[in-house]
C-alpha cells in the first residue's frame, strides 16, 4: 500500500464549478497534511494546510480532514481555467518534518 | 514570505561531468532542507534531508557518494550531482522549513539534463 494515495484523474470541470480532490494516507500516526499546486513545468507551490479535523477555508479552496478514516481532501470552488494544474497530497511521517506525496490529481477547468 | 531559490534553473553538461545546484532561503533561516528528483509524469521523490551544520541522511537507495549535500549555513544548501549520466536527467527540486513550523516551501527547481 502507499503511503499517500491520490485520484490520478484528470478531473474535468467547467468553470465556475467545484473540483473535489481526495486523498488517503495509510500512517496514523500523521499529523499535518498539505495540498500543493504544481503547473506543469513548475515546482510545487503550497495552496493550504491543515492539522486539526474538520473544514479549514482559505479563499476559495476548503480542506477537510477525517484522521479516523485517514482522508483528507480539497475543494474548489468557483474553478477557474488557472486553477488548472497538478494537486498534490503531502502527509508528514510521523515523528519527523519529512513530506510523503501522493502521485498528485490533474485537474483541468474547461472555459 | 517564505522565498526559496535555486541556481541554475537549468543545466545541460556532458556524461562524466560533475553539477552543483544551490537552494537558498532568501526570507528565513532554513533549519532544514529537503532534496527531491521529479521525473516527467511522477510526484516528488525524496532523495535526501539536511539539517544545518551536520551530515545528510538519504533514502533508501539514493547514492549518497553520487550525490553530494552540503548545508553549510541556515540559508545555503547545494547538491552536487558527481559523475552525471543521462539516467540522472531530472528536475530536482528542493525545499526549506524553518524551525519549529512544518511547511516547506519549495525553490522553482533545476532542470538538468545530461547528454
Keep these: 500500500q502507499k503511503e499517500v ?5 484528470p478531473l474535468s470541470v467547467p ?18 497534511f498539505f495540498w500543493y499546486r504544481q503547473y506543469s513545468g513548475k515546482s510545487p507551490e503550497l495552496i493550504m494546510f491543515i492539522y486539526s479535523n474538520g473544514d479549514k477555508e482559505d479563499g476559495r479552496f476548503t480542506a477537510q480532514l477525517n ?15 488557472s486553477d488548472s494544474a497538478t494537486y498534490l497530497c503531502a502527509v508528514n511521517r510521523s515523528n519527523d518534518y519529512k513530506l510523503s506525496f501522493g502521485a498528485g490529481t490533474t485537474v483541468t477547468v474547461r472555459a | 514570505g517564505a522565498v526559496v531559490s535555486q541556481h541554475p534553473s537549468w543545466v545541460i553538461c556532458k556524461s562524466g561531468t560533475s553539477v552543483k545546484i544551490e537552494c537558498r532561503s ?27 551544520g551536520s551530515k545528510a541522511t538519504y533514502e533508501q537507495g539514493v547514492e549518497k557518494d553520487k550525490f553530494l549535500i552540503n548545508h553549510a549555513s541556515l540559508t545555503l544548501s547545494t547538491l552536487t550531482v558527481t559523475s552525471a549520466h543521462p539516467e540522472d536527467s531530472s528536475f530536482y527540486i528542493c525545499s526549506a522549513r524553518s524551525s519549529g513550523r512544518e511547511t516547506q516551501y519549495f525553490g522553482p527547481g533545476t532542470r538538468l539534463l545530461v547528454l
Excluded: H
Design chain 1, 5 to 9: 494515495e491520490q485520484n490520478s484523474g
Design chain 1, 15 to 32: 468553470e465556475g464549478a467545484i473540483a473535489s480532490l481526495n486523498c488517503t494516507y495509510s500512517d496514523r500516526g500523521s499529523q499535518s
Design chain 1, 67 to 81: 484522521k479516523a478514516s485517514q482522508y483528507v481532501s480539497l475543494l474548489i470552488r468557483d474553478s477557474q481555467p
Design chain 2, 26 to 52: 532568501l526570507d528565513f533561516q532554513a533549519t532544514t532542507m529537503f532534496w527531491y528528483r521529479q521525473f516527467p509524469k511522477q510526484s516528488l521523490m525524496l532523495m535526501a534531508t539536511s539539517n544545518e
